[in-house]
């Protein structure tokens, strides 16, 4: 069930300092929503919060790392603090890494699952836990990725999260369904943010033009106002799934079925990452 009119409602976004959880946020503020934003980087925060506020919403910010112990519940505690409230949580907070297996030491890859996955679901389980105590209803997000689905080499630790994280929603979907919660997992595809700098600086790879890869196809490159927009949609109107591209969407479950028929691409897209690796080694 829709939480109906967004007016005056209230959502908390983690990774709201930048890329789709800005661009979240700023769709919700045209909604008439609340924010609570949280990320690390007070300055970041401060600018979208004032781009918000412009709007003529109230906004929180909370300096925060998402993978701190009691994260989730000090998030959640400001939130009620300032509001009163909540109804809308996006744990979006998350970052990539591309990087062969073999050469990830297991303590980034724990990092990533603790980020990516241990954090976005504590804030939707104990956000869950509050909306039942006080019998309201509300609707939980978490930003996956269409590698979720599939997965590309130098990917596995990156899309192992996503994949979690969208098993996670599902089952809690109707977990909570009973109790008037609605949970939807979100699933962009590229998307033109700081993502691929982050990552190609976390992997050790030159961070000069990795805005978004140059062999990603160009249409299926999008801004993250696209993202927010369908988040958007979801709220008013509740699904499993939220998906920008119908085109990668078929195409995941193609690959589902017959991932032998993707071998070819992985194949390029592996040799492709061990040569940027390669240069940045220097060799
Ligand atoms: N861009 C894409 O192509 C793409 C595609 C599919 C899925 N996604 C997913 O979309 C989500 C948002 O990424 P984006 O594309 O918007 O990238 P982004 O611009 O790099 O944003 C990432 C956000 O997460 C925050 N964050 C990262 N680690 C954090 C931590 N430990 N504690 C608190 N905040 C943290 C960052 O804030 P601070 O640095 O200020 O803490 C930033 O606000 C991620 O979960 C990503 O996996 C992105």
């Given at each position: 069930m829709a939480v109906g009119n967004l007016q005056g409602k209230v959502a908390v976004i983690t990774g709201g300092s930048s890329g789709i959880g800005a661009a979240t946020a700023r769709a919700l503020a045209a909604e008439g929503m609340d924010l609570v934003?949280?990320?690390?980087?007070?300055?970041?925060?401060?600018?979208?919060?004032?781009?918000?506020?412009?709007?003529?919403?109230?906004?929180?910010?909370?300096?925060?790392?998402?993978?701190?112990?009691?994260?989730?519940?000090?998030?959640?505690?400001?939130?009620?603090?300032?509001?009163?409230?909540?109804?809308?949580?996006?744990?979006?907070?998350?970052?990539?890494?591309?990087?062969?297996?073999?050469?990830?030491?297991?303590?980034?890859?724990?990092?990533?699952?603790?980020?990516?996955?241990?954090a976005s679901t504590d804030l939707i389980t104990q956000a869950a836990k509050r909306l039942i105590a006080a019998d309201r209803k509300g609707h939980l997000l978490m930003c996956s990725s269409c590698l979720a689905k599939f997965t590309l080499p130098y990917y596995g630790a990156y899309a192992a999260t996503k994949a979690a994280q969208g098993m996670m929603c599902r089952a809690m979907r109707f977990e909570l369904e009973p109790h008037g919660i609605e949970v939807s997992s979100v699933h962009p595809v590229t998307t033109v943010t700081e993502f691929f700098e982050q990552s190609a600086a976390r992997s050790g790879l030159h961070a000069s033009d990795r805005k978004v890869p140059d062999h990603a196809p160009k249409f299926f490159v999008q801004p993250p106002e696209r993202v927010a927009k369908a988040i958007v949609r979801c709220l008013h109107r509740p699904r499993s799934e939220v998906w920008t591209s119908l085109a990668v969407r078929l195409a995941a479950g193609f690959i589902t079925a017959f991932p032998g028929l993707f071998d070819g691409a992985c194949r390029r897209e592996a040799a492709r990452s061990r040569m940027a690796h390669q240069r940045a080694k220097g060799h």
């Open positions: 934003l949280a990320a690390r980087r007070a300055d970041r925060l401060t600018a979208v919060a004032q781009s918000i506020r412009a709007m003529g919403r109230r906004v929180e910010t909370v300096e925060i790392d998402v993978a701190a112990p009691n994260a989730s519940n000090a998030l959640l505690d400001a939130a009620e603090r300032a509001f009163g409230r909540f109804d809308v949580v996006f744990a979006n907070a998350g970052y990539g890494m591309e990087r062969a297996h073999h050469d990830t030491p297991e303590s980034d890859l724990r990092h990533m699952f603790e980020v990516n996955f241990f």
